[in-house]
């Protein structure tokens, strides 16, 4: 293979390469999986081909999402990527795009997690762009998606309308093998036309638009070019037709091999799942009599074949929830073409070791100094690494993204009137707080609302693969930027409590949150802010500078586990047979936070 | 053309180089001119759970591996057989990393890595090890020639002797 580039690329990375590649300028994200390498991917492609590109890890992904559009107005290609849910913060500027368009070609990735095996919901973000009216594309595997960034750039430009790229987990995290080109030089010179009756689109205007969008959905459900692909069987099967995306098509494409059954009946990968190609609808109609529809989480296609024969979620076929795994299309596929189950051996209980906090992981200090200062307490909590804490006990609710600090106003009203109310201590990641936390702190002073907030500073975004937060004040492409210091910001929410602590120190920790609770429970009090303040460990510039002691378990042991109950240090594990607890030196990191769980004391620490 | 069709997977936990383990398989299928897929658990899996990897080289197109249909197992701890074995086959060749006997081929890799430098290249030797076996699409030559490009300059040196400890060459750099 001489002269062709050619690379294994993860999914994320194949598509960061296809932005860098399409000449896109203006690319914002917010991390979450599965989406998250996309952007780091671009910084390093772009880096490598010296394309001109603004890079932004925004604040949330509303920002993102207005912030690229702002940019595609100027005739540039841009860009924007999120996890699904990210969508719901992002919903605002992305349902009214769709009426008031683009210029330059823009892109949405929004990367969904059927299963889901790290997100709050499996929503179907082909459902949300239907919803919109925005055009979305669905990649089966690596190497498509990053073919189908370009034709959603085309796509885009040719009817000025946002284009939806959603890949899934397995999508973003799979790896092949992926061709690279040189990027396009486009030069486009930034050139914003005013027309206020588009760009600032009062209701009156609104109607019109709406008709526009309306016939540019009719017109892409017309082009030829995202005509569903036939992979056309020998007709030995003519009455059955299976109709599948994503990489639940992938699926079903090896499993029809496995079967023996492929170039034996008619199968169909969409790869534009809406707006759906027209007379493909009209085909499957009047050709086939049974129809099979595979397709993640939701049914997008099966809706919008309009036809009762369809077999797939209505019909229960395939399961309305959960990934469709191979196993899973395996049996959909044995029952609707109606052959001999392969084998009929129950699916492995997968039960993997649970995840947990990272050994010497400054949340755990942090959260076993309030649930031990607070027996009684409520503890909402929020979206990162350190929703882990559940596993101890050390948190009560995590919903959304900054929704702990507003859940701390109604649960605080709610007990308001009682008598000695319990402590509320809200806990939030210091990425989440700049994410969606502000408001809710900005509401819950105003309207004189009185708990504990612990903001759990870390420095990074742990959880995502430590992208820096606007604190730090490095840019994603490692530039320094202006850092936005949080104790500045909780000063102009009106937060007049606010108190810096080093988790390590647990009992320091504790005795200000005693005085935190004194304030809350004052005449004057309101909102208490805590700093809890040490480096994520994954953060090695950072562990590398910290303190490493000498840690042992004495014979004092009584082997009650409180250690491993309470604490769930990864690096204590039961010698059931000695009955005791030891530490396995290959995880511990020397923290010495330890020390001060263990009720006998036999944990003990010195310095090397 | 080459008509080399496998399924592989590696298991084992998080910081056992299961995903190195995997990028190493899939550029010495490209370095073959062989298609390929991988994919791997990830999120909460780096925060020290199970991890398994599915590598599937040849004329796929899903990036999974069905039960039961795995031709070859990279176990790099005997404890994860009893969660990721059904994903073999019956006649697929299963190595471990453990000095106990069973249904299974083995090696001692964390000893031989020990052995070697560093235990966290046990990954190396069993592959060695199971390359040595004819186990694996690729020839020790490819493997080796992929771990030479994608090795940092730090791990290099490391990365070879645990293959060759796994390969069974003793002929080290
Ligand atoms: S180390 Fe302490 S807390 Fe842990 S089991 Fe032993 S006595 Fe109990
Ligand atoms: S010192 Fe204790 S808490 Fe810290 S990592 Fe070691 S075992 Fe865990």
């Known amino acids: 293979m001489p002269s062709k580039d050619e690379r294994i690329m993860m999914g994320n990375e194949a598509m960061g390469r296809g932005l860098v590649e399409c000449g896109c300028e203006f690319f914002a994200a917010y991390p979450g999986t599965p989406s998250s390498e996309i952007l780091t991917a671009a910084v390093g492609f772009a880096k490598e081909t010296e394309a001109k590109m603004h890079l932004e890890w925004s604040v949330n992904e509303k920002v993102a999402y207005e912030a690229s559009l702002a940019a595609s107005y100027t005739g540039k290609r841009s860009a924007v990527a999120m996890k699904q849910v990210g969508l719901n913060v992002a919903a605002d500027p992305f349902m009214r795009s769709a009426y008031l368009g683009t210029k330059g070609g823009f892109v949405l990735i929004a990367a969904d997690d059927p299963g889901p095996h790290s997100s709050q919901t499996e929503q179907d973000s082909r459902f949300f762009a239907r919803f919109a009216k925005i055009p979305v594309f669905d990649p089966a595997c690596p190497a498509e998606a990053k073919a189908m960034i370009r034709q959603a750039f085309e796509l885009s430009e040719k009817y000025e309308i946002p284009v939806m790229l959603r890949p899934t987990t397995r999508v973003c995290h799979a790896r092949q093998n992926v061709s690279c080109d040189q990027p396009d030089s486009l030069n486009r010179a930034p050139y914003f036309e005013k027309n206020p009756g588009r760009w600032i689109a009062t209701p009156q205007f609104i109607p019109e638009l709406h008709r526009l969008l309306n016939e540019k959905i009719e017109k892409i459900a017309e082009e030829d070019a995202y005509r569903p692909r036939c992979f056309t069987g020998d007709k030995s099967k003519k009455e059955f037709s299976i109709i599948a995306s994503g990489v639940a098509f992938a699926h079903a494409y090896d499993l029809l091999d496995d079967l023996g059954l492929s170039g034996k009946v008619d199968l169909y990968q969409v790869t534009l799942p809406y707006p759906l190609h027209k007379d493909f609808i009209e085909q499957i109609r009047s050709q086939y009599e049974k129809i099979l529809v595979i397709e993640e989480t939701y049914p997008v296609i099966e809706t919008q074949l309009l036809d009762l024969r369809v077999q797939g979620r209505r019909t229960g076929l395939i399961p309305n929830r959960g990934e469709l795994t191979p196993d899973v299309v395996q049996k959909a596929l044995e029952q609707f073409l109606d052959v001999p189950p392969a084998d009929t051996a129950p699916p492995a209980a997968v039960k993997g070791k649970r995840p947990s906090l990272c050994a010497g992981c400054p949340h755990r200090a942090a959260y076993y100094a309030i649930k031990t200062t607070f027996p009684r307490g409520i503890f909402p909590s929020d979206i990162g690494c350190y929703t882990l804490g559940m596993n101890f006990g050390a948190i009560d609710t995590c919903h959304c993204m900054g929704a702990c600090i507003s859940q701390g106003t109604g649960f605080y009203f709610a007990y308001a009137g009682e008598e000695n109310p319990p402590a509320i201590v809200v806990s939030i990641g210091d990425s989440t707080f700049f994410h969606a936390g502000i408001p809710g702190l900005i509401n819950a002073v105003f309207q004189k609302a009185r708990f504990i907030l612990v903001i759990l500073d870390n420095a990074t975004t742990a959880m995502t693969g430590n992208q820096p937060t606007p604190q730090v004040g490095i840019r994603a492409d490692g530039s320094l930027g202006n850092p936005v210091l949080i104790p500045d910001i909780l000063k102009a929410c009106g937060v007049r409590f606010i108190r810096e602590c080093d988790p390590y120190d647990m009992d320091a920790l504790s005795s200000r949150l005693r005085e935190a609770d004194r304030y809350c429970r004052s005449e004057e009090g309101g909102i208490a802010v805590i700093i809890s303040r040490h480096p994520c460990l994954l953060d090695r510039s950072a562990a590398g500078t910290q303190l490493v002691l000498a840690v042992e378990i004495t014979e004092d042991c009584t082997g009650c586990e409180e250690c491993l109950n309470e604490f769930e240090c990864p690096a204590l594990t039961a010698d059931k047979a000695a009955g005791r607890v030891v530490i396995d030196e290959n995880l511990c990191v020397g923290c010495g936070v330890c020390v001060s769980v263990c009720p006998m004391g036999a944990i003990v620490a010195r310095e090397k | ?173």
């Open chain 2, 1 to 173: 053309m080459n008509h080399i069709k496998q399924q592989i997977i590696v298991s084992g936990v998080g910081g056992q180089g299961v995903v190195f383990a995997t990028r190493l398989l899939a550029e010495a299928a490209m370095e073959a001119g062989l298609n390929v897929l991988t994919s791997e658990d990830h999120g909460m899996a780096m925060r020290g759970g199970t991890v398994v990897s599915h590598v599937k080289v040849g004329a796929f197109r899903s990036p999974l591996i069905r039960r039961g249909q795995a031709d070859v197992g990279l176990f790099l701890n005997r404890e994860n057989l009893s969660v990721h074995r059904g994903l073999m086959k019956g006649a697929g060749r299963i190595f471990v990393n453990t000095d106990l006997p069973g249904e299974y081929l083995h090696c001692d890799a964390t000893g031989l890595a020990k052995d070697a430098g560093a235990v966290v290249a046990a990954n190396l030797v069993l592959l060695g090890y199971a390359v040595r076996t004819g186990g694996l699409f690729c020839t020790a030559k490819q493997a080796e020639n992929v771990i030479m490009r994608i090795s940092s300059p730090r791990q290099l040196e490391l990365n070879l002797k645990a293959f060759r400890r796994g390969t069974g060459d003793r002929h080290e750099m």
